[in-house]
């Protein structure tokens, strides 16, 4: 629905240009009427949202069960979520294919209307039994629950006012560990007065007795704890964890950027035995109990660990990089044997499965393909168990997620979610080209009735981060710019640098000169394109979301190259957004320093300083309640380009966060953006 003088959906405000009149409806409605888009649009947003999403995949350390959660559209606003466990075949039985043992059994929740917990599966050392976590929408009430391994029978565990995520056993079962967060301190709705910027939030680990259920807080309440390994005895447990939540502490989340390995007692003490310059991520015990390896590098999101492998003693000291110079990024990591660790890899915008050893830092690649292993994330992650089976969600722009089960790279689809969903776009294929001397890799989505002949438009979409990678994922359900394709375009899915997928190096290259460099590595893909394939130049456009809604506001300061922008959620001036922001501590590795020590450098990449070269027509959407990235962000250059008489629209989703994440909202902006680059591309 296109909203406009007359009509405005309470969910959503329009402001600025043609589509927000009376006229500008009759105008969009006309265009889309026009080239087919009115009939066809439905169709080709039903793949997105009817899909099954999996959102955890995780496989008994025995290697015989398989246990998934599915995310489903359930109606406008609300997603459903199931639990599915099934049964693997042993290999010695080959006369009943993996393919065909797709009966999987639902797990039932104890609140029908329930959601599952951040890693919400953790599995008993014995198989015989896992836990998930799964919060109520009723009782606002997060319960640690227990099913049998053959799924006949489940029970409440334990139950909390506050959320829960990430459970995880010890490895001799007496215990199973949750990171808890108290929200009796969170001030409700309804209260009239918040302090802004106290710390309300305070994530700390907590141990619950695999028997009685009884809990017992672990850490301590002014440390928050962002992840957790067990060790082999079951006596400690390796953290990553930051200071907060008093005075001059600042909050947990922003923390993050900060965090330290910890080493935690079971009586609450924690010893400090890592304090990195950048980030790090995944701690894992050794088997042997003696050394702790960690993700270590430059990260911009907790959600997208990437980087080098690390190895330190558990005592603490100097850790080790085990893979120095690599040229990929290590995303998820699983020790194997007493020298060896298993890794998955962003590797030139595919995926690999790589064997490290420790003890003399050689690799040894198992697996490399296009599409990825999985795990529910946007990283490449993977669940393995004792004997090498190894469970995962494979998918790509093509094809839509299923669960996969066997070892490693000999896997066998083991789940029938989507056997009727079928892609609306068109191929997708790696290409590569120069710029400032570097190899920069990409993704090229074909139109979907591509023929050679006329020349197509095409749409540079950026990625978030920028320490992530655009990836062959199966349309996401906030981010369907992929749907493009199947209404004539090309789409660029582009890793410039500050990418992962080249190495630290690489993903460290737009470091103090934030939008330049990478700005370069885009205008290089797109002449790439434009000399190469049937690509109108004068028909380029730009969009993107977080760190790619930053780089579409840019972008059209600094260049002429791109005849159309929609940003999402973006950054418009880096020094007010380190005001705004409630997560600033990402900025200082980026930058060096905070905006108060030099606020020139944080201007030298701000789009609102360059507003006066801006001339492409501009479409901007943003969430009212975005924390990441502040709606005054996108208020302040949208009102920059209406000054200045640039064509422009700006879209303000109530109810949304850094995204959109309600389904009629996540249809409606992506039928507003073709509708834009339509206007003013076709």
Not at 396 to 413: D, H, I
Not at 662 to 682: A, G
Request: glycine share 8%; with cysteine.
């Amino acid at each position: 629905m296109i909203c406009g003088a007359a009509e405005i959906r309470n969910d959503i405000r329009c402001f600025g240009s043609s589509f927000c009149s009376l006229a500008g409806v009759l105008l969009a409605l006309a265009l889309f009427s026009n080239n087919g888009a009115a009939q066809d649009f439905d169709s080709a947003f039903e793949p997105v949202l009817t899909a099954s999403r999996i959102s955890e995949v995780a496989i008994s350390p025995d290697g015989r069960h398989v246990v998934w959660v599915e995310s489903k559209v359930k109606n406008d606003t609300e997603y459903a979520h199931t639990v599915f466990l099934t049964t693997l075949i042993p290999e010695s039985q080959p006369n009943q294919s993996q393919a065909n043992r797709s009966q999987a059994k639902t797990i039932g929740l104890g609140d029908p209307r329930a959601q599952l917990g951040t890693s919400s599966i953790t599995w008993s050392p014995d198989s015989k039994q896992f836990a998930y976590v799964e919060k109520s929408n009723a009782s606002e009430q997060s319960e640690l629950r227990i099913a049998s391994a053959d799924g006949e029978q489940s029970r409440t565990l334990a139950t909390w006012k506050g959320a829960v995520n990430t459970p995880r056993w010890s490895p001799d079962g007496r215990s199973i560990a949750v990171l808890y967060s108290d929200e009796d301190e969170t001030p409700a709705e309804h209260v009239r007065v918040v302090i802004v910027g106290k710390a309300y939030e305070h994530q700390r680990l907590a141990l619950v007795d695999a028997a009685s259920g009884k809990v017992r807080v672990l850490s301590a309440a002014d440390l928050f704890v962002y992840e957790y390994d067990w060790s082999p005895d079951s006596h400690q447990i390796a953290i990553t964890a930051a200071p907060c939540c008093s005075k001059g502490k600042g909050t947990g989340e922003d923390n993050w950027w900060t965090a330290e390995l910890y080493r935690l007692d079971l009586d609450g003490r924690a010893t400090s035995i890592w304090k990195p310059q950048l980030q790090i991520a995944s701690p894992r015990w050794s088997p042997d109990g003696k050394r702790v390896a960690f993700i270590g590098g430059l990260m911009s999101d907790f959600i997208a660990p990437g980087g080098d492998l690390f190895v330190i003693a558990a005592a603490g000291g100097q850790p080790r990089n085990v893979t120095p110079e690599l040229k990929a990024s290590i995303t998820w990591l699983a020790w194997t044997g007493s020298e060896q660790i298993l890794t998955t890899e962003i590797v030139d915008g595919g995926a690999a499965i790589v064997l490290v050893h420790t003890d003399n830092a050689n690799s040894e690649t198992l697996w490399q393909a296009a599409e990825g292993p999985y795990n529910g994330g946007l990283m490449f992650a993977m669940s393995i168990a004792r004997d090498g089976t190894s469970a995962i969600v494979r998918e790509s722009f093509n094809q839509a997620p299923e669960v996969w089960a066997g070892p490693v790279g000999r896997w066998g689809q083991i789940s029938s979610l989507n056997p009727d969903v079928k892609s609306n776009i068109g191929k997708a294929e790696s290409v590569h080209w120069t710029s400032d001397g570097m190899q920069v890799q990409g993704w090229l989505l074909y139109p979907r009735d591509f023929m050679p002949g006329p020349k197509y438009p095409m749409v540079v979409s950026v990625h978030g981060g920028p320490a992530a990678a655009a990836l062959l994922h199966w349309p996401a359900a906030f981010d369907n710019i992929g749907l493009l394709s199947a209404f004539g375009y090309f789409v660029l899915y582009p890793n410039p640098r500050g990418s992962f997928g080249q190495g630290e190096a690489f993903t460290q290259g737009n470091v103090k000169n934030l939008g330049y460099g990478d700005l370069r590595d885009i205008e290089a893909g797109v002449k790439y394109a434009t000399q190469n394939l049937p690509v109108d130049p004068h028909r380029v456009g730009i969009t993107g979301w977080s760190y790619g809604g930053y780089m579409a506001m840019w972008a059209i300061t600094q260049t002429d190259m791109f005849r159309a922008s929609v940003a999402g959620p973006g950054v418009s001036d880096w020094e007010s957004y380190y005001w705004q922001t409630e997560i600033e501590k990402w900025l200082t590795p980026y930058f060096g320093v905070s905006a108060y020590a030099d606020p020139a450098l944080y201007a030298k990449s701000s789009p609102i300083r360059f507003v006066k070269q801006a001339r492409a027509p501009t479409l901007f959407y943003v969430g009212k309640e975005d924390p990441i990235c502040p709606a005054p962000q996108t208020f302040q250059l949208w009102h920059a380009l209406k000054h200045f008489g640039v064509e422009t629209e700006l879209l303000l989703y109530a109810n949304e966060g850094h995204g959109v994440s309600l389904p009629v909202n996540q249809e409606d902006v992506t039928k507003r953006t073709l509708l834009w680059f339509d206007e003013h591309m076709k």
